[in-house]
T-cell receptor, first 116, second 111 residues
Framework: GAVVSQHPSWVICKSGTSVKIECRSL??????MFWYRQFPKQSLMLMAT?????????EQGVEKDKFLINHASLTLSTLTVTSAHPEDSSFYIC????????????FGQGTRLTVV | SQQGEEDPQALSIQEGENATMNCSYK?????LQWYRQNSGRGLVHLIL?????REKHSGRLRVTLDTSKKSSSLLITASRAADTASYFC???????????FGKGTRLSVIA
């Protein structure tokens, strides 16, 4: 089945630094990828829709200057958490769907970000 | 914003019993999917049911969909301790739109 690879699986960074998370679709092309954030014991909240070759679409309340999304190719989207603060500590998960396919969405393994 | 609401929020059962989780959503959907998530881990896709389907089976899983009531249920039969996890329903409006997740049900299966 289709695979989405997310890297790194966990990262610890200092306050004020930036962290980049990569999301790759390994055996299919994805013009659209999605980024979610999940706090402990809560559900997944959609942060933004990443569009290949164009600007990302952010959900209400998500700061686009803080969470930079780049979707430079049909198989790679990146999320950069800039000037990270402890409250940004969370589980970040990306998702991709085979373009135009009415099938399940595939999820990366998630990235556990801890800002100290 | 959250699309779906699951109930119960938490469920604790004995091994061998059946577990039923319900999900309600607010708008029209393309399909509905159920996922499992073990603590601190990624999502595992369980089953997809399309808006024109009413019931689907996969192993010990049975999913129903009632579009008139905008609700779905997930039944896990003969539960095992390994079924302990959080279960989420997720809906979308088309193949290119993001999945919107419900709040989830935390299932504990006691051996």
């Amino acid at each position: 089945g289709a695979v989405v690879s997310q890297h790194p699986s966990w990262v610890i960074c200092k306050s004020g630094t930036s962290v980049k998370i990569e999301c790759r679709s390994l055996d299919f092309q994805a013009t659209t990828m999605f980024w979610y954030r999940q706090f402990p014991k809560q559900s997944l909240m959609l942060m933004a829709t990443s569009n290949e070759g164009s600007k990302a679409t952010y959900e209400q309340g998500v700061e686009k200057d803080k969470f930079l999304i780049n979707h430079a190719s049909l198989t790679l989207s990146t999320l950069t958490v800039t000037s990270a603060h402890p409250e940004d500590s969370s589980f970040y998960i990306c998702s991709a769907r085979d373009t135009g396919s009415n099938t399940e969405a595939f999820f990366g393994q998630g990235t556990r970000l801890t800002v100290v | 914003s959250q699309q779906g609401e699951e109930d119960p929020q938490a469920l604790s059962i004995q091994e061998g019993e059946n577990a039923t989780m319900n999900c309600s959503y607010k708008t029209s959907i393309n399909n509905l999917q159920w996922y499992r998530q073990n603590s601190g881990r990624g999502l595992v896709h369980l089953i997809l049911i399309r808006s024109n389907e009413r019931e689907k089976h996969s192993g010990r899983l049975r999913v129903t969909l009632d579009t008139s009531k905008k609700s779905s249920s997930l039944l896990i039969t003969a539960s095992r301790a390994a079924d302990t996890a959080s279960y989420f329903c997720a809906t979308d409006r088309s193949g290119n739109t993001p999945l919107v997740f419900g709040k989830g049900t935390r299932l504990s299966v006691i051996a």
